[in-house]
């Protein structure tokens, strides 16, 4: 598994953005993927998750309503479709992935993409 996450930047409050996570391995559809975001100076926190069918699709409470994570195994990618964005949105966003059910700690993650930035601009 060799995750890449993109399509972050900078946009205005209640603004969109769309995160893509993208595998180059040849066994994603196996894992679940997690999307974790840390601020400056905070702890990485737990945002979304999916599991390897797409069946479950846990969320923080802070972005419950406003934030929609999907799958398509067969392009091997995890998307992140992040509307109504407030300023305590910005952080750098990570994907993970474990094998076995989605989980909150990002300890458990096996996997992981380097980051992208979003700023939100008040």
């Known amino acids: 598994v060799q995750l890449q996450a993109s399509g972050g930047g900078l946009v205005q409050t209640g603004g969109s953005l769309r995160l893509s996570c993208a595998d180059s391995g040849r066994t994603f559809s196996d894992y679940a993927i997690g999307w974790f975001r840390q601020a400056p100076g905070k702890e990485r926190e737990f945002v979304a998750g999916?599991?390897?069918?797409?069946?479950?699709?846990p969320y923080a409470d802070s972005v419950k309503g406003r934030f929609t994570i999907s799958r398509d195994n067969a392009k091997k990618a995890v998307y992140l479709q992040m509307n109504s964005l407030k300023p305590e949105d910005t952080a750098v966003y990570y994907c993970a992935a474990r094998a076995g059910m989605v989980v909150g700690w990002w300890t458990a993650y096996t996997y992981w993409g380097q980051g992208t930035l979003v700023t939100v601009s008040s």
């Open positions: 999916i599991t390897s069918s797409g069946s479950n699709t």
